[in-house]
């Protein structure tokens, strides 16, 4: 950095007492006029300074941005498997070299054995990583005894004794199956609009059969890093068969099996991988003991063969939107903890709802609910219902949230 010109000398008054009035008048003009001069070039300076100052501040700010940006890219992922004395000692994933690390005081509080950590080149623990950027824990949700019974789902009664005859059976007959010498179908596909209960069905089979629901959403798988969607699905397999009988659930499984496209992106490599490990977990499912698999999505047409062969999800299952019968059911169940005014006729209300579905009605039935509260009433009336279904029908243009062109499969 140039070192800054040296300031002009401070103007000195140089008065001779020899002088006459008209002579010292005039070398005080001239002092005056210097120190005038001075002051300017100090303003000069001045401004220079504080423009530099600015500058130097944006460098300042520029090479903090791009350290953090250079500490966030080096980053590694570790477990942490004690915690002693000396530091913690952590594993690197992906080469599972353990090294002992120094902790700071407010890490040390912090951390415990099991974390997922964030470790710089130097092995030394940046931040813990919570159960948000935990790729396992976000993509799949375990619930070991969800609440959902046959009960609560209306208007898809052919599905449910459908699914239970492919999944809940299995499960707890499995003795019956071995005697009989058949294999129940592996896996089952519920394919429907959105919101008709698929994922309903698949947690209350969970539940009648106490076995624990493992919901994976194939969304998720394929938005990890390169090698992470084929490890997700091998450790959902791992989990299944360590907490069985458990059934699996793989929503919108389109993500990771859709038809092949003729890209050759990491991306669709990446996919493929992963719908690969799917396949051969699906295929050495004979020796899995206890865990049904059940899949849903919205878009059937998109679907690779392979995925529907014999031995994987051979037992298709479509969930459509209920038709007036059913929505009146659906109305009832969600209605149940409601107080409802005598002018609420289920039937009428349900044959106004054409294209509802069940995700619909439940909405529905909510902001009915809200209307109500807004009018300081706990008894629902018709007109809530009628001021719910106009709000809902203007907020999201109509009840129909999925009519996009899926060919033959249009839901
Ligand atoms: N047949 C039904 N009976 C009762 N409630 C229903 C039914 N279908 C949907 N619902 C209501 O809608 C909510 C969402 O349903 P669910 O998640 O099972 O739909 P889905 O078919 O899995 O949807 P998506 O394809 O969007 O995942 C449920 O929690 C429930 O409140």
Redesign the pocket.
Known sequence: MSRSPSLPDRPRLDLDPDMNEAERLEALRKHFERIVQVNDELDDRLDEAQSRRSDLREEVDELKRRNEALKTASLYIATVEELTEDGAVIKQHGNNQEVLTDLSPQLEDELEAGDRVAINDSFSVQTVLDDETDARAQAMEVDASPDVTYA?????DDQVREVREAVEDPLVNADAFREVGITPPSGVL?H??????????AKAVANETDATFIKMAGSELVRKFIGEGARLVRDLFDLAGEREPAVIFI??IDAVAAKRTDSKTSGDAEVQRTMMQLLSEMDGFDDRGEVRIIA?T?RFDMLDEAILRPGRFDRLIE?PK?GPE?RE??LE??TADMTIADDVDFADLAADLDDY???D??ALTTEAGMFAIRDERTTVRRADFDDAREKIETDTEGPVFNDGEFGRYQY
């Open positions: 609560d789902i209306g208007g898809i519920l429907g609009p959105p919101g008709t209960g698929k994922t309903m069905l929503d919108e849903a919205n969930v209920p059913g059911r659906i169940i969600h579905s069940g995700a009605i439940a």
